[in-house]
């Protein structure tokens, strides 16, 4: 079918004295007016009986409070108060200022540490960081906790009061305290701000078996990320691929478009690639207009990190019968926001409609599982290691455990990996020590340990060691293509 939006109008009230001006936003077809009623309309419209009570309360408050309050604090109140007791962590007001703050996240480049954070349950969490971020190369990872940023407790925070704290200036840093599952103590993470770029698709081609495999990996998905990835599918096809491995590990989503575009580029006309749930319950389908997908298998990389679009293209793939996710589940996003502007230069941005699958599977909170299992090897989910004294024989802790599993992935041999400082870990530190000319302890002091992060992290970017690629690789040059593009 074609692809149209559903039209949203939403209304608010900003309560001035006794009176009250009604502005309402409608979205048609992704684009957004304002509509402000004239004299006679306005006269029309009554107040919803419900709202006499805030109305009330806004006078009581403006009239006896014993101090001075301004008007426009008690509308952004009541506003954050709503949108509060819809108890949705995606569903947030935000001021003129964090307006002109953030426009710049989904279609330019700006300065801070490259991740994608939620609120949920009152917790701030990384819902992931972005590729080769800062944010990813300080060791942070999905599903950690932020309980405190620059050591201010952020317990209550909204996202963007959280985000707010956490960006900066180029070449600043901030300090982030995390909870981590594992973990038995907070521990703090150290990130340099750095310029997140806006590029958001690389393609390579990639050979296995004398086979051409197209990769395509998709760090989020902004404005341009549909067009760029159409430009460079093509490239990729006039060197006659015979596979495509699509890449969103670590991609936390982004516009609801440009995954669209994507889909209707790779899928046919079949069945649906996505499903929308109105309010009423009401199910939209949206289907590409092609008559034939590919004629090559498509396999997409999928890990915790993927979120909302990411889950959107993983769920159409699978759902459409020939093709194959591989890696761990995902985050589990599936609801869609639209940002409504309210007049004055600030907006809501309201959950407007759940997302299905093509077979009307809704995933939010679940995730979407892989066709295939596949787990990194576990020194690529080691963390920062915290230095406060020297890491010595018979210690036992969570950060000798840390230790412990990134010398075994280094090929140290440690001995255990249980967190008990043995004479075998001594050992694999003293060796690990001499190769890295370091002074020899068998102790893991602030300088060993910064050399054995360093090691893991370029341990990490070689292909050869990310176990969910290899297995993709060899998997898309096994697959048949007479089941591919029906």
């Not at 690389?202 to 998709?218: F, L, R, V």
């Not at 591989?326 to 599936?334: E, P």
Request: glycine share 8%.
């Amino acid at each position: 079918m074609k692809r149209r939006w559903i039209a949203v109008v939403a209304a608010c009230s900003f309560l001035t004295g006794a009176g009250g001006t009604y502005v309402g936003v409608k979205t048609l077809d992704g684009q957004e007016q304002m509509v402000i009623p004239n004299e006679q309309q306005k006269e029309s419209y009554k107040l919803p009986d419900e709202l006499h009570k805030v109305q009330t309360a806004y006078d009581l408050i403006s009239d006896k409070y014993v101090e001075k309050i301004k008007s426009g604090q008690l509308v952004e109140g009541a506003i954050k108060g709503m949108l509060t007791a819809l108890e949705d962590p995606y569903s947030v007001y935000m001021d003129a200022e964090t307006v002109n703050h953030f426009n710049d996240s989904l279609e330019s480049s700006f300065e801070g540490i490259g991740a994608e954070i939620t609120e949920k349950e009152g917790k701030i969490l990384i819902v992931s960081p972005f590729k080769d971020s800062p944010a990813e190369k300080a060791g942070l990872k999905p599903h950690d906790q932020i309980i405190k940023i620059n050591g201010k407790n952020v317990q209550g925070y909204d996202v963007f009061k959280a985000t707010k704290l956490i960006r900066g200036k180029k070449g600043t840093t901030v300090t982030l305290s995390i909870l981590r599952e594992g973990l038995s103590k907070p521990i703090n993470v150290e990130v340099k701000r750095d310029k997140i770029p806006i590029d958001t698709v690389y393609a390579k081609i990639k050979s296995e078996d004398q086979k051409k495999i197209g990769y395509i990996q998709i760090t989020s998905f902004a404005e341009k990320t549909g067009k760029d990835f159409t430009h460079e599918l093509r490239k990729l096809e006039e060197m006659k691929i015979e596979g495509l491995l699509i890449d969103v590990r670590g991609n936390p989503g982004g516009l609801l478009p440009s995954v669209e575009e994507i889909l209707r580029e790779l899928l046919s006309d079949n069945k649906p690639y996505l499903q929308i749930e109105e309010r009423s319950g009401a199910k939209v389908p949206f289907s590409s207009t092609k008559k034939k997908g590919k004629e090559y298998p498509i396999t997409v990389l999928i890990d915790e990190g993927s979120a909302s679009a990411s889950e959107i293209l993983a769920g159409a793939l699978k759902e459409a019968g020939h093709h194959t996710l591989i890696g761990q589940k995902t985050f589990g996003k599936g609801t869609v926001q639209q940002s409504i502007p309210l007049g004055d230069g600030s907006n809501i941005k309201l959950t407007t409609y759940k997302w299905l699958t093509p077979d009307g599977n809704w995933i939010h909170h679940k995730g979407i599982k892989p066709t295939i299992k596949v787990k990194q090897p576990n020194y690529f989910y080691a963390h920062p290691l915290q230095i406060d004294q020297p890491l010595k024989k018979e210690m036992n802790n969570d950060q000798v455990k840390n230790a412990q599993e990134m010398l075994k992935g280094l090929g140290y041999g440690p001995g255990r990996t249980d967190g008990y400082f043995s004479d075998q870990t001594v050992k694999a530190v003293k060796a690990f020590q001499i190769q890295n000319k370091l002074k020899v302890t068998g102790e893991i002091d602030s300088k060993t340990a910064e050399r054995i992060e360093l090691k893991i992290i370029e341990t990490v970017k070689k292909e050869e060691n990310d176990l969910q690629l290899q297995t993709a690789l060899k998997y898309i040059t096994q697959l048949s293509q007479s089941d591919i593009g029906k």
